[in-house]
């Protein structure tokens, strides 16, 4: 296979979904859709549990002592949310789902209260099928796997989640959820060039941090799904690139 058909794959799996779940989601009552929203929100979160758990690796533990895997993934979130707030990363990716959906939708006359409402889904959906699609840690370690050379399997895999989650998604939020394509290419598919150049040189321990920290991310998308706390997580993404380094200085000192 070539590189970048896990991302592919992944494409079309989200577009069909998203249709499938928009279509059928004007068909469902307000109370269906919030019912399946709640539901992605309690299996997010028990992905990101899962996920966050390799806080404990033992490469992890080897690497930076047995006392600082936990720290490492604080310092990051802190010093990637500091990052990303300075950047504005948050209203950033909220304008980008703002300008798609003008361009995507018409306004007719006399609706604009309306076209408020469906704008705020939109937005809704884009902001938060980006980030489940984008921060899991299928994403960040299958496209440096595939970009290695060591296939796509975790992407394909990924892909047929993400292609149910869509169809939920979508069901509840509308075509936003369709629109994250363009996040997932761009996220995907750098990730698989980063892979493809870096080689195998990432330890395990680099790998380790990375994938807890980007589970502890995992939980803010959770409690957002589940309206307790609209967690700024794109604001927390550079926490993905601090983790790493993190491991790399903590190491090295």
């Not at 361009?103 to 007719?108: D, E, Y």
């Not at 899991?136 to 394909?156: D, K, M, N, R, V």
């Not at 502890?216 to 604001?235: C, F, I, N, S, Y």
Request: aromatic content about 4%.
């Amino acid at each position: 296979m070539f590189p970048g058909i896990g991302t592919a794959v992944n494409v079309a799996t989200v577009l069909v979904g998203s249709t499938i779940g928009a279509l059928a989601g004007d068909r469902l009552p307000e109370r269906t859709r919030t019912v399946v929203t709640d539901g992605l929100g309690l299996v997010t979160l028990l992905i990101a549990a899962s996920s966050a758990l390799a806080v404990r690796d033992p490469a992890l533990a080897a690497a930076v002592g047995d006392s600082a895997p936990v720290l490492i993934v604080l310092g990051a979130v802190l010093l990637g949310g500091i990052v990303g707030s300075l950047l504005r990363l948050e209203d950033r990716l909220e304008q980008v789902g703002v300008v798609l959906q003008r361009r995507l939708a018409r306004t007719p006359p006399g609706a604009i209260a309306a076209a408020d409402e469906a704008r705020a889904r939109f937005v809704q959906g884009f902001v938060v099928a980006s980030l489940v699609f984008c921060v899991g840690p299928l994403t960040i370690l299958g496209s440096i796997e595939e970009g290695l050379g060591g296939g796509a399997e975790q992407l394909l895999l990924k892909s047929a989640l993400d292609g149910f989650a869509s169809i939920a998604f979508a069901a509840a939020f509308g075509w936003g959820v369709a629109a994250s394509v363009l996040a997932l290419v761009v996220v995907q598919g750098g990730l698989t060039l980063v892979g493809a150049a870096l080689g195998d040189v990432m330890p395990d321990a680099h790998l380790a941090a990375l994938t807890a920290t980007g589970g502890l991310l995992l939980v803010g998308v959770a409690l957002r799904l589940l309206d307790l706390k609209q967690v700024k997580v794109a604001d927390l993404l550079p926490a993905l690139v601090v983790a790493p380094l993190l491991v790399y200085v903590t190491s090295v000192l």
